[in-house]
T-cell receptor
Framework: DAGITQSPRHKVTETGTPVTLRCHQT?????MYWYRQDPGHGLRLIHY???????DKGEVSDGYSVSRSKTEDFLLTLESATSSQTSVYFC??????????FGPGTRLLVL | QKEVEQDPGPLSVPEGAIVSLNCTYS??????FMWYRQYSRKGPELLMY????GNKEDGRFTAQVDKSSKYISLFIRDSQPSDSATYLC????????????FGAGTTVTVRA
């Protein structure tokens, strides 16, 4: 798992509530990523970070924000959860030469 | 046009068969390509990393790149039930070397 943990691993929440997912890495990698994975869409990049306090948007960033106050932690926040954000969320880090390593995922259900 | 397109599958094959997985990509400037394997309810794991053109072999797995056709393939020889998983191809994004574009994935089931 390349030293990546995600919490929580499962979450059920209600529409309109804020949700924060946490990614923690132990390898001191500079780049970190948040993806969502949905049937038929594969992995889609939400946001990524290239250093502490340095973040940028991916292809599906609407409704999501991120923060990175420490190298090892990358947080994904759903400002006001909607049913369309029901998904499996993966965190990844860049190990070098383009290779990314993924965490175990968080399954989020928004009712 | 998506940067990478992957044959959707799913594929179901008998144990011992050769599995062939394919992706096409749009930008001929790419220099490296990857295949990830994802077991059910797990995160993707890097399976193969290939530079430029040609073949790379690792045990029962062979990754092949045809840059003239913008085509990448993964072959699994002597497939085993433990190879049952979703396989995703990945290429560097045209907009940023530190981002990857993933194929949608092909789910493979190897029947014992």
């Amino acid at each position: 798992d390349a030293g990546i943990t995600q919490s929580p691993r499962h979450k059920v929440t209600e529409t309109g509530t804020p949700v924060t997912l946490r990614c923690h890495q132990t390898e001191n990698h500079r780049y970190m990523y948040w993806y969502r994975q949905d049937p038929g869409h594969g992995l889609r990049l939400i946001h990524y970070s290239y250093g502490v306090k340095d973040t940028d948007k991916g292809e599906v960033s609407d409704g999501y924000s991120v923060s990175r106050s420490k190298t090892e932690d990358f947080l994904l926040t759903l400002e006001s959860a909607t049913s369309s954000q029901t998904s499996v969320y993966f965190c990844a880090t860049l190990a070098g030469e383009g290779t990314q390593y993924f965490g175990p995922g968080t399954r989020l259900l928004v009712l | 046009q998506k940067e990478v397109e992957q044959d959707p599958g799913p594929l179901s094959v008998p144990e011992g068969a050769i599995v062939s997985l394919n992706c096409t990509y749009s930008n001929s400037a790419f220099q490296y390509f990857m295949w990830y394997r994802q077991y059910s309810r797990k995160g993707p794991e890097l399976l193969m990393y290939t530079y430029s053109s040609g073949n790379k072999e690792d045990g029962r797995f062979t990754a092949q790149v045809d840059k003239s056709s913008k085509y990448i393939s993964l072959f699994i020889r002597d497939s085993q039930p433990s190879d049952s998983a979703t396989y995703l191809c990945a290429i560097p994004s045209t907009s940023n070397d530190y981002k990857l574009s993933f194929g949608a994935g092909t789910t493979v089931t190897v029947r014992a």
